[in-house]
């Protein structure tokens, strides 16, 4: 998959692919998500495709079902050092599929991407 990234104005930066463009800018006058907010929200929403699937495959409403994400940082190095995903279920989600609805999210590709990261190439090429 290829990316073009472009630099809008102001502290905008917008990625785009295929049909699409995500936004992202800095405070304190942002009109969009951080970077690093489209990153971890990619996280959320990826474990979430995983669930819907789970549910869909199962004919369980999804009513009601919502995944709370926390990411929490070291107080040193700013790092996040822990994310949690909960998955809240209304009373009528069938028990005997709790732990299941969790292996399913738990098979998101992006996290599983961050368990075992690319190799990075970051370089410069001159255009004319």
Same mark, same amino acid.
């Given at each position: 998959?290829?990316?073009?990234?472009?630099?809008?104005?102001?502290?905008?930066?917008?990625?785009?692919?295929?049909?699409?463009?995500?936004? @992202?800018?800095?405070?304190?006058?942002?009109?969009?998500?951080?970077?690093?907010?489209?990153?971890?929200?990619?996280?959320?929403?990826?474990?979430?495709?995983?669930?819907?699937?789970?549910?869909?495959?199962?004919?369980?409403? @999804?009513?009601?079902? %919502?995944?709370?994400? %926390?990411? @929490?940082?070291?107080?040193?190095?700013?790092?996040?050092?822990?994310?949690?995903?909960?998955?809240?279920?209304?009373?009528?989600?069938?028990?005997?599929?709790?732990?299941?609805?969790?292996?399913?999210?738990?098979?998101?590709?992006?996290?599983?991407?961050?368990?075992?990261?690319?190799?990075?190439?970051?370089? @410069?090429?001159?255009?004319?």
């Amino acid at each position: 998959m290829e990316m073009i990234v472009d630099f809008p104005g102001g502290a905008r930066v917008d990625a785009h692919f295929g049909p699409y463009t995500v936004a @992202t800018d800095q405070p304190p006058s942002a009109s969009a998500p951080t970077p690093f907010a489209v990153f971890l929200a990619s996280l959320a929403t990826c474990a979430g495709i995983y669930v819907l699937g789970f549910c869909s495959q199962r004919g369980i409403s @999804t009513d009601g079902v %919502r995944i709370v994400q %926390r990411a @929490t940082s070291n107080p040193f190095t700013h790092m996040v050092d822990k994310i949690e995903l909960e998955i809240q279920v209304p009373p009528s989600f069938p028990a005997k599929y709790y732990e299941a609805v969790v292996r399913s999210a738990d098979q998101c590709a992006v996290k599983k991407h961050l368990e075992n990261p690319p190799k990075f190439d970051v370089h @410069t090429k001159v255009i004319e």
